[in-house]
């Protein structure tokens, strides 16, 4: 059985919805591990949960970027595991140099929080496999520091080597380069999104909109479980 | 300087039988301040109905207490922070999320939303003080946005008024409500030999004479006495506290709120009906040389107490370490009922914690003041030419206007509970872990209650019960935050006492007990005082997700009104905003009716016969029917005619703000009619669902607009607050 680990730092708040929606939407084993874990076993992936973690002292992610269970994070990416992060968990993965560019304050410099539609630019990842090509879909933002930014090079090479997985549609809820709202590594096994597809997996909390937040999770899961078929 | 008067002097030294020190006066100064100890309030507030078969814990704790079945319970509280929002408004509203979210933990219980009410002067048209009202609301949302935010507890909802009253001042009132588990409420029960705990931030000079500040009318801009917020560390609270809860480690539990260590020590203390003997050199100090009274009464934010035993001490200290949270051994629980305060071993304060508890109460003079009788009429206006203008003004009205600008700053989904998110519904609607659903809803109206203060407050009641069944939710509870100026004076202490009669007579008629609340006075500034304005928080228990309700309207239904409309404009926004006239007779509640209306409208919602339900409220049948068609994207087409009414004039009869009304969206004509006839409501269908908005009179368009002229109308607010 598949099992996958949440990180959870002093401050992380998503951290409880996303075990939610793992362990009872989709029935997948999903546990909390605390940010001074320096030694992880027995997981098949991470998720890096949306909040504040650290408070946002100094700049978001740039401390929990620097904690013990970064560290096997990023060692776990390296072993090819797939590596979510939503929000927050976004942010730690950019300070954590998993995932180039940078997220900055939104473009109103106010926090918003709001449904938007994102567009799958790339659905060959382990958490987008399950979303047909250039399906669009509705998914809320909540975050003050949402703007992906990224020189022209990166930007470059994001779209090339086909980085980007979802974009905003239609819309910009935050200024982003190139509507960006998730980004997948190089071997497409880490991916940062700012959107919560936590808050869109189930029908009766996604007003006016499609629970299609939770094919992010079942595409991840359904990932695993072929994994360990193989 | 003692901020005791000679009598309160007078009353401590007999009963302690000697002069007090100047700890023990400041530490009393805390606690006797009107804002602790209600010393004006409490007679007139042991008149509300606190007790119905839901309630388990009603008012005078941190938290109302309701139970709401398969083992669960929600709390609820609600309180403000005017004063120091008004000195320093970022600060002074993310203090006041802290507060109100440490009230709901105190009880063992998880906070899952918070909502606002707030009240500000003019922030449009020909007022003197736009900017400072501007930057007053701006940054008061901005406050609770980052509170509520990086704490990750979501901000579902609230109301917004704005009133010339307000002028250089704001009222800023946050209310939360908290799910558990029943048998994880605290039990507050302690015994001889339990250690007494402080834990979260450490104390400093910041927040000095806070309780005090907002017990006198605000002068001067006393930043000192404003607290610094930190929610990092709250959020740590919470989550440490929750852990221990769980793990059974606390015996008792208070948050340190206005007047800092003084109050929470003697009302812990004198709640648990034991002594507390307190070391206060093993407080974790933010700077070097604090005085035992500093100390005392600091206000310093994000900080708990926690009682436990010996046993169980190594537990909660292993969990505040997990959560790197400084916390020491204050002191220990003692058989006699005494506040020993020592500094350095030695006792610098020693009291009876009742006495501490116990203000002297102050008799306040009555009297019923003279502008009411030359407010009583107003000289109505003419009726203007182009109704639709009147309407879309209206709309843009910032007190009527769409709140996103303000509410797309919070994050109001975190927590994956929100089910009738901010803009859609009467009420928020929030999903519980037992298949049921909360709703809830803050109603004030200071204009309403200037005119009229005991038929405004039965309004915001009214208003209120109408919200929570207009999402489809049977009303549990209310709480009730009255904020007045001085009571000090006799005709403002008259507004005070109307306010309290008419949620007696409201509670007691509807059977819906008081469950908590909080009474702010000396809300007034040099500018003079606010108008009477009591927030009504109504909860309400959703029993199947079928019964959720919205107000949208849909292509195809047939629009009904129950309810009469009445031409009582006085502190209509149709008057006040529109024409500038303040006076004239308020709407009044005939509880019967309220009632009827209410049940009725709530049985068709229960039976699947709505397809959306909206109640009326600010800016009358017009703006209510505009709100329904924008939230639904669909038009109507409405006969003035068909509408149960007493006006003689069509202006009154749109825009009049009577109570008890529902408007009703349904694709079953008959079978609504039907059960409006046998639940014997007024009620009368007026119209359909269209592509443009038309109301219609003596068979003639009345008004005619389009959805984008309500639309671009009604969101207006961003481009007011660029």
């Known amino acids: ?230 | 300087m003692s901020v005791l008067t000679k009598q309160e002097l007078d009353y401590l030294q007999e009963n302690l039988k000697r002069e007090a020190n100047e700890i023990e006066q400041d530490i009393v100064g805390a606690e006797w301040s009107e804002h602790c100890s209600y010393k004006s309030s409490k007679k007139y507030l042991r008149l509300l109905p606190t007790k119905g078969k839901r309630v388990v814990v009603g008012p005078g704790y941190d938290a109302g207490v309701l139970d709401v079945g398969g083992g669960y319970v929600l709390t609820v509280h609600i309180e403000s922070h005017n004063h120091p929002s008004a000195v320093e408004p970022f600060g002074g509203a993310a203090t006041g999320v802290g507060g109100v979210i440490r009230d709901i933990m105190s009880m063992g219980t998880r906070p899952i939303a918070v909502l606002d009410a707030l009240r500000f002067a003019p922030i449009t048209g020909m007022g003197k003080n736009l900017a400072k009202s501007k930057w007053l609301f701006k940054n008061v949302v901005k406050g609770i946005a980052d509170y509520g935010n990086c704490i990750g507890i979501p901000t579902v909802g609230g109301e917004i008024e704005f009133d010339p009253s307000f002028e250089d001042y704001c009222l800023v009132d946050v209310a939360s409500i908290g799910f558990g588990r029943k048998e994880d409420i605290v039990a507050n029960q302690t015994d001889v030999g339990d250690v007494i705990v402080l834990g979260g931030g450490s104390t400093g000079r910041d927040g000095i004479h806070g309780a005090s500040f907002a017990s006198k009318a605000l002068e001067a801009e006393n930043r000192s006495a404003v607290q610094i917020p930190d929610p990092f560390l709250e959020k740590l609270l919470l989550e440490a506290t929750m852990e221990a809860v769980k793990q059974g480690c606390i015996k008792s539990i208070k948050d340190l709120g206005g007047g800092g260590l003084s109050c929470c020590l003697s009302e812990a203390s004198d709640n648990l009906g034991k002594g507390f003997d307190i070391e206060l050199s093993r407080v974790y100090a933010k700077e070097n040389g604090m005085t035992p009274n500093e100390l005392m009464i600091s206000e310093s934010q994000e900080r708990m107490l926690y009682v436990t035993d010996m046993a169980r001490l190594p537990v909660l200290e292993s969990i505040l370490e997990k959560y790197e949270i400084r916390h020491s051994v204050l002191g220990i629980v003692q058989e006699h009922r005494n506040l020993v305060i020592r500094h350095g071993g030695k006792v610098v304060a020693e009291m009876p914690s009742h006495l501490v508890t116990h203000a002297p109460l102050a008799d306040r003079a009555i009297k019923r003041p003279a502008y009411l009788d030359k407010l009583k009429t107003a000289k109505p206006p003419r009726t203007p030419a182009n109704l639709g203008k009147v309407l879309l003004s209206l709309l843009s009205n910032p007190t009527i206007a769409s709140k996103r600008w303000v509410y797309q700053q919070y994050d109001h989904e975190v927590g994956v509970r929100t089910v009738v998110k901010p803009g859609i519904g009467d009420a928020a609607v929030l999903r519980l872990d037992n298949n049921k659903f909360v709703a809830i809803k803050l109603d004030g109206n200071s204009k309403h209650c200037y005119l009229d203060p005991y038929q405004g407050t039965l309004g915001c009641l009214s208003e209120g019960r109408r919200n929570v069944i207009c999402a489809g939710a049977d009303p549990i509870g209310i709480v009730d935050h009255l904020q007045f100026a001085s009571p000090e004076d006799p005709e403002i202490y008259w507004t005070f006492t109307q306010a309290i009669n008419a949620i007696v007579d409201f509670c007691k008629f509807m059977d819906i007990p008081v469950v908590g609340g909080k009474v702010s006075f000396y809300n007034e500034t040099a500018k003079g005082p606010i108008k009477p304005s009591p927030v009504i928080g109504t909860l309400g228990l959703i029993e199947s997700a079928s019964h959720i309700a919205r107000s949208a309207l849909s292509p195809g239904d047939s629009i009904f009104v129950v309810g009469n409309t009445v031409p009582e404009m006085g502190g209509s926004e149709y008057y006040e905003h529109v024409h500038g006239i303040t006076g004239g007779p308020v709407p009044k509640v005939d509880l019967q009716v309220d009632r009827q209306n209410g049940n009725a409208a709530l049985g068709l919602i229960k039976n699947s016969l709505a397809t959306c339900v909206h109640d009326c409220a600010k800016g009358g049948l017009a703006v209510a029917l505009a709100e329904m068609a924008i939230a639904g994207s669909t038009g109507f087409r409405v006969d003035l005619d068909a509408v149960p009414n007493s006006c003689s004039r069509i202006d009154d009869l749109l825009f009049s703000e009577s109570h008890s009304r529902y408007i009703i969206g349904t694709k079953e004509q008959e079978k609504v009619r039907r059960a409006l006839q046998s639940a014997g409501t007024t009620f009368a269908e007026i119209g359909s669902a269209a592509g443009h908005i038309e109301f219609a009179k003596d068979k003639k368009k009345a008004i005619k607009l389009t959805l984008k002229q309500l639309q671009a109308s009604f969101y207006s607010l961003e481009k007011v607050m660029q």
Request: proline fraction near 5%; charge should be positive; include cysteine.
């Open chain 1, 1 to 230: 059985m598949a099992k996958i680990g949440i990180a959870v730092f002093p401050g992380s708040n998503c951290d409880r919805d996303v075990h939610h929606v793992l362990n009872k939407v989709i029935g997948v084993q999903a546990d909390f591990i605390w940010h001074t874990k320096d030694r992880i076993t027995g997981y098949d992936a991470m998720i890096i949960p949306g909040g504040f973690a650290f408070g946002d002292r100094l700049r978001a992610g740039i401390i929990a970027a620097r904690s013990p269970i970064v560290q096997e994070v990023k060692r776990m990416a390296k072993d090819g595991l797939p590596v979510l992060g939503i929000c927050n968990g976004f942010q730690i993965l950019v300070e954590s140099g998993l995932l180039p560019g940078a997220l900055m304050m939104n473009d109103s410099l106010r926090f918003v929080c709001r449904w938007t539609i994102v567009e799958v630019k790339n659905n060959r990842t382990p958490f987008t496999s399950q979303f047909a090509p250039k399906q669009t879909f509705g998914i809320p933002v909540a975050h003050g520091e949402g703007r992906y930014m990224a020189d022209s090079k990166i930007l470059k090479d994001l779209k090339k080597k086909n980085q980007i997985v979802l974009q905003y549609f239609n819309d910009n809820p935050n200024g982003s380069s190139d509507l960006i709202a998730a980004i997948c590594n190089e071997e497409g096994n880490v991916m940062g999104m700012m959107p919560h597809p936590e808050r869109a997996s189930e029908s009766i909390i996604s007003e006016g909109a499609r629970n299609d937040g939770i094919t992010i999770f079942r595409s991840l899961v359904s990932n695993l479980k072929q994994k360990a078929i193989a």
